[in-house]
């Protein structure tokens, strides 16, 4: 397996051999599932049709979802393998920042991939990992796969889930609960971006790090000041943003007399 090391910081793949690399090494850890990498291949797909940067409609998305947290009484941050492979340390900053505690939920679920998981999150700087404990443990009735689990204390009982890199169906489970869900979903067509409350159609490890400085400007704000702010988005028109832009650009570069990726 390639390490960080190995890859020549002047390679024009360098951040997405670095970000394969991370998946790798959390399959090889027991944090990523198999079909993890999967996923993430998938994702990767549509960040090529992004030019691989954060477009402009993408910082709006990003804005609306931190405040949509902020907005929230109890919000939780729900956690699953890519997530913790991929930006541990970020994730944790930004439940800190927001006031909003950390739970492993999982598809491919195991002992051995939760304990994996904590161990990561509490080596990134987390203090308290929720949806592990058998005694807090409630069930989503209408899903019958193991990511019907959460926790009693964390996604049971709160009113905003940010759910990255989520399953579809968890995420109309939960708007049926009357939950606000927010996502990042590289796909804008998926069932979880179509689904949520709001949807960033960004990379994970450019999404977090922007909304961790949007967050840290955000919490100044009066209640009054959120709500007022909150008006001005709209997560469907900023979703049709995301597919003009992956449109204009495809057409764009089929124009071109080169094409420049």
Do not use: W
């Amino acid at each position: 397996m390639m390490s960080n090391h190995e890859i020549p910081k002047d390679h024009p793949r360098y951040v997405s051999l670095t970000i394969r690399d991370a998946i790798i090494s959390g399959m090889h850890q027991k944090v990523v599932a198999e079909a993890g990498l999967i996923a993430h291949g998938r994702g990767e797909a549509f960040d090529y049709l992004l030019g691989e940067k954060t477009p402009d409609f993408a910082i709006k998305q990003e804005e609306y979802a931190v405040l949509s947290i902020l907005n929230a009484e109890k919000p939780i941050i729900s956690v699953n393998g890519n997530v913790a492979a991929l930006c541990p340390e970020d994730t944790v900053n930004f439940g800190k920042i927001l006031n909003a505690p950390l739970e492993i939920n999982l598809f491919y679920r195991s002992p051995e991939r939760e304990q994996a998981i904590k161990k990561k999150l509490i080596d990134a700087g987390a203090d308290q990992i929720l949806g592990l404990d058998p005694e807090y443990q409630e069930t989503i009735p209408e899903i019958s796969h193991l990511r019907r689990i959460v926790d009693s204390r964390g996604i049971a009982a709160s009113d905003c889930v940010f759910v990255p890199l989520e399953d579809g169906d968890r995420t109309q489970a939960l708007r049926r609960m009357n939950k606000s869900v927010v996502t990042v979903d590289l796909n804008p067509l998926s069932r979880t971006s179509l689904t949520a409350n709001v949807s960033v159609t960004n990379n994970i490890i450019r999404a977090i790090p922007e909304m961790i400085t949007i967050a840290e400007e955000f919490t100044q704000l009066s209640k009054d000041q959120l709500i007022e702010k909150l008006k001005k988005y709209n997560n469907e028109n900023l979703l049709k943003n995301a597919l003009k832009f992956m449109s204009e650009r495809l057409m764009a570069l089929s124009s071109s007399d080169k094409l420049i990726i």
